[in-house]
């Protein structure tokens, strides 16, 4: 569908090829037993996951800092849970959070696999609304930084997707076209319907279970894309 008309192919990090829950729930299971925090990590994780989701949500529509939903993302959660945690150790445990969250390397399956597919015939790039100071990490730790040419974030951007004008630096940086661009994300707001208002040809990888839709070709599994490149 794609083969003959896409270029360079961009794609989002977490939730697309780096396994953010996974890395995720390792990462707060390291930090709540260093730090003496007694709490379920399976209960936390229910109420953490969708709360995360939401106050990511807050932040890419600029409705709150990245100081606010770092601390308020957890204190929420401990609220819910009816679990007293003071304000000392929330910060605490998301300083510790962002300090060990790239260390974990999980991707979703068969990500080196389409990687290496890809890589002989497209330019591969990143756009990610991640935090500048530990995507890279993320990307090195797992062994994938070298796949791609350009990545570009949101604090270099100083927007988040799915403004335009993230994306538009991303073609700008790296010389392509939207025409001969291709997006692939788990977002449908952000990823999805952010790049397609620029011009990209943009695919969903479904990560969520999310109900069916037409905005663009749906793939489940990451080995889909050759399907379509």
Avoid at 41 to 64: C, G, T
Avoid at 68 to 97: A, C, H, P, W
């Amino acid at each position: 569908m794609f083969k003959n008309i896409v270029t360079d192919v961009f794609f989002d990090l977490d939730h697309t090829l780096w396994d953010f829950e996974r890395n995720s729930a390792l990462t707060f299971e390291k930090i709540f037993l260093e730090n003496g925090v007694a709490v379920n990590l399976d209960d936390f994780l229910e109420v953490y996951v969708p709360q995360n989701l939401a106050f990511w949500k807050l932040y890419r529509e600029e409705r709150i800092s990245k100081t606010d939903l770092r601390y308020q993302r957890l204190k929420k959660v401990f609220d819910m849970l009816g679990k007293s945690v003071s304000d000392e150790t929330i910060n605490l445990l998301s300083d510790e959070y962002i300090v060990n969250l790239s260390s974990f390397d999980h991707l979703f399956p068969g990500t080196i696999d389409i990687l290496d597919y890809l890589k002989g015939s497209y330019r591969l790039h990143i756009i990610t609304n991640g935090f500048q100071e530990i995507q890279e990490k993320k990307m090195r730790n797992s062994n994938i930084h070298a796949y791609f040419d350009k990545i570009i974030d949101s604090e270099m951007a100083g927007v988040k997707k799915p403004n335009p004008i993230i994306f538009e630096l991303a073609l700008y940086t790296a010389e392509a076209t939207p025409e001969k661009s291709l997006m692939i994300g788990d977002n449908l707001e952000a990823d999805i319907q952010g790049a397609q208002a620029v011009g990209f040809h943009a695919m969903h990888f479904n990560a969520h279970g999310e109900a069916p839709h037409v905005l663009c070709p749906i793939i489940h599994k990451l080995h889909e894309i050759k399907t379509y490149l």
